[in-house]
C-alpha cells in the first residue's frame, strides 16, 4: 500500500535546475534548455522524486500528508546529484613522479612506451591487496560526493590479467553494495598491452576476447565494455574486434578515441553504435558524422587535456552544431587526470571548450546519464526518478563554473538520504 507521508520536503529553493523536458540525450540548443524554476521544491517518498515544480505548486500536489522532515534550501541552487561518466577509479598507487617528465616534456605516450604511465599503475594495482584498492577507491569516491557527483562510472584496466580485472571490478561492486554513490562498471582489459606481451598483442587481443570478456559477464562484474583506440596501444582494427566480441556477449560499447593521434576512432564509435566515444581531440569531421548517425554521446574530459598540457582542445562547440549529444566527466585517473572534482570540469567546460554554463549542466546530468545508459532512472529532476540532488551554495548556473578551484557543494541527497550537509 502506498505510503500517505513524504519523507523530505526540500523547499525554499531559489532557483531549481529540474532538467526536465526532452529525456533523450540532447544536443544543439536543447542543451540550453534546463528546465530551470524559481521558488521551487521537490517532496521524496522511498528514495523517489514524487513532486517537483514550483513551491506552491508541490504543496498543493502533497496537501494533507505527512511531511517527515523538511530541509530549507535558503534560496539556494538546486541541480540533479551530478554523474561522473568516464572514470577508472579503482587503482592502486599514484604517479605525482611523471610530473617532473611532464614539465620536461616527455609526453604521455613516451612515458608509457617506456614501460611508465598505465603501465605503473598496473604493476602497483596488481601488488594491492582487493582490501587496499577498496580502501583507495572509497577515499576518492567520499571526495566525488563531496563535490557533488552521485553517480560514477568506473573502468577496469589496471589489473590485465584475468584475475587482476576481476578483483578491480570486485571492489567496484563491491562499493556500488556499500557507499552512497551509485557505481556503473566497465571493463576495460584493453587499456594497455601488459608488458608481457610486448612482443605478442594479438596473444593478449586473444586472452581478452576469449578469456576475460566471458568470465566478467559469467561473473555479471561489468555492463560495458571501452578499449583505448591509440598509436602504440591498440589500433582500430583491435579495438573493432574486442567491441564486436563484447557485443556479441551483451555488453554496452565504448570507446577511448582519438584523444592524441587522429585514428579513425571516432568513425568505428559510429560503425559499431557505442553508447559512447570519450576524448576525440583528434577526431575528425567524418568521425563526427558517423557518431551523430548512431547517436553515439560523446564524452568530452577537459582535465585531462589540461593536465597533459596538450595545446588542443575537444571541439565540443562543433559537436553541439553538428547534433552530436556532448557530456562531460572528470576521467578521474592517476596518470592523465588526477581529480575527483567535476566542478573543475565544468569550468573548463565553459573556458576551454567554449560551452554555456547550461550546457554544461546538461553535460554532467541528462547528458551523463545516456552516456551510462541510466537516463531513465536519473539525470533530471522528475516524478519517478530517484531523488539524487545537490544544493550549492549559489544562486545561480554561471556561478558554479565562474568561481573556480573551490567546493561549492551546500547538501547531497542521495536517494532521499542526505548524505553530505
Ligand atoms: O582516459 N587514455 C587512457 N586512459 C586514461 C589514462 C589512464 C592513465 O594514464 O593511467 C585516460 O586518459
Ligand atoms: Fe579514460
Not at 511531511?67 to 561522473?84: F, R, S
Not at 563491491?174 to 556503473?184: F, G, Q
Not at 559537436?319 to 572534482?341: F, K, R
Not at 565562474?402 to 567546493?407: K, L, P, Q
Amino acid at each position: 500500500m502506498e505510503k500517505n507521508t513524504i519523507d523530505l520536503l526540500v523547499h525554499n529553493i531559489g532557483l531549481l535546475v529540474t532538467m526536465q523536458g526532452k529525456q533523450e540525450a540532447r544536443t544543439g540548443k536543447e542543451m540550453s534548455n534546463v528546465g530551470a524554476i524559481e521558488k521551487g521544491a521537490v517532496a521524496v517518498r522511498d528514495g523517489k522524486i514524487v513532486a517537483v515544480g514550483r513551491e506552491e505548486e508541490v504543496r498543493a500536489q502533497i496537501a494533507g500528508l505527512a511531511i517527515e522532515e523538511e530541509l530549507d534550501a535558503k534560496g539556494k541552487l538546486v541541480t540533479p546529484g551530478l554523474i561522473d561518466p568516464h572514470t577508472h577509479l579503482v587503482h592502486g598507487g599514484s604517479r605525482e613522479h611523471e610530473l617532473d617528465l611532464k614539465l620536461k616534456g616527455v609526453s604521455y605516450l613516451d612515458i608509457l612506451a617506456q614501460g611508465g604511465g598505465i603501465l605503473s599503475t598496473v604493476r602497483a594495482t596488481r601488488q594491492a591487496t582487493e582490501e587496499e584498492l577498496f580502501t583507495k577507491a572509497k577515499g576518492s569516491l567520499d571526495i566525488m560526493l563531496l563535490h557533488g557527483t552521485t553517480t560514477v562510472e568506473a573502468k577496469s584496466g589496471y589489473g590485465l590479467t584475468l584475475e587482476d580485472e576481476i578483483k578491480q571490478l570486485r571492489v567496484a561492486k563491491k562499493l556500488n553494495e556499500s557507499h552512497p554513490v551509485d557505481l556503473v562498471s566497465t571493463f576495460m582489459g584493453a587499456h594497455a598491452v601488459p608488458l608481457e606481451y610486448k612482443e605478442r598483442p594479438s596473444g593478449y587481443l586473444d586472452v581478452v576476447i576469449q578469456e576475460m570478456l566471458p568470465e566478467v559477464k559469467r561473473q555479471g562484474l561489468a555492463e560495458f565494455c571501452d578499449v583505448f583506440c591509440e598509436h602504440g596501444v591498440f589500433t582500430v582494427e583491435q579495438s573493432r574486434q574486442i567491441l564486436i566480441a563484447a557485443k556479441e556477449l551483451g555488453f554496452g560499447i565504448k570507446i577511448h578515441a582519438d584523444e592524441i593521434e587522429p585514428m579513425g576512432g571516432a568513425q568505428l564509435a559510429g560503425e559499431l553504435g557505442c553508447i559512447s566515444a570519450e576524448h576525440l581531440l583528434a577526431a575528425s569531421d567524418e568521425g563526427f558524422e558517423a557518431m551523430q548517425r548512431a547517436g553515439t554521446v560523446a564524452v568530452c574530459l577537459p582535465a585531462t587535456s589540461f593536465n597533459l598540457r596538450l595545446k588542443k582542445h575537444a571541439r565540443a562547440r562543433t559537436m553541439i552544431e553538428m547534433g552530436i549529444p556532448v557530456a562531460l566527466s572528470t576521467d578521474y585517473n592517476p596518470g592523465s587526470s588526477p581529480t575527483e572534482s567535476i566542478q573543475l570540469v565544468m569550468t573548463l567546460g565553459c573556458l576551454n571548450l567554449g560551452m554555456t554554463p547550461e550546457e554544461v549542466i546538461t553535460a554532467v546530468t541528462i547528458n551523463a546519464a545516456h552516456a551510462i545508459g541510466k537516463a531513465n532512472t536519473i539525470g533530471s529532476l522528475e516524478a519517478g526518478k530517484q531523488a539524487d540532488l545537490v544544493i550549492f551554495n549559489a544562486s545561480n548556473l554561471a556561478y558554479l563554473p565562474y568561481h573556480f578551484g573551490i567546493n561549492h557543494v551546500n547538501t547531497v541527497i542521495k536517494n532521499g538520504n542526505i548524505v553530505v550537509f
